[in-house]
């Protein structure tokens, strides 16, 4: 198996503009999360979902953050209007049962200038 | 509020010494994970622990259920083993807690 895959792996952007990660999980896993890594608050939940449904959004930071999640093998993470203070890594990782190890993609380096 | 700390933040040893990294939690929970993110920013899941110990090559990780701690073991180590050591509680839910991480480096 690949793995989790996430694309873009860098992504630089302007403040204001309109930023898409995207991820597929690992075949089979029932359960996707996206992160966010800062060097200030080091690894944060943002959402997760089972089956496709977001299950807790509770640590998406604001409305300007939002995802997705189509089919059981893509999920985006959307931010408009970017800001600087979005600048992050951005990890999406998927398990296959509750509790479970979870296995995360590379990243994506996000910078708002 | 659910706590992890972990100790020491960061760590320097000479390669083949023996390394102890400390995590503790504050209220119950269903796993323990460990894991490992490398300078080049990958993260990879060690360890997932409910009880007792498990061991993985030069890897060791312990947890006391009574105590709330839980301790990541490096035998020999190696230059190799340099990375950022993330612990992580999970509860009945599939939310991952995080501690903020110890950084070890191991001089060859």
Known sequence: ??????????????????????????????????????????????????????????????????????????????????????SAVYFCASSLSTGGTQYFGPGTRLTVL | KNEVEQSPQNLTAQEGEFITINCSYSVGISALHWLQQHPGGGIVSLFMLSSGKKKHGRLIATINIQEKHSSLHITASHPRDSAVYICAVSYTGNQFYFGTGTSLTVIP
Not at chain 1, 8 to 34: A, N
Request: aromatic letters at 10%.
């Open chain 1, 1 to 86: 198996d690949a793995g989790v895959i996430q694309s873009p792996r860098h992504e630089v952007t302007e403040m204001g503009q309109e930023v898409t990660l995207r991820c597929k999980p690992i075949s089979g896993h029932d359960y996707l999360f996206w992160y966010r890594q800062t060097m200030m608050r080091g690894l944060e939940l943002l959402i997760y979902f089972n089956n496709n449904v977001p299950i807790d959004d509770s640590g998406m930071p604001e409305d300007r953050f939002s995802a997705k999640m189509p089919n059981a093998s893509f999920s985006t993470l959307k931010i408009q209007p970017s800001e600087p203070r979005d």
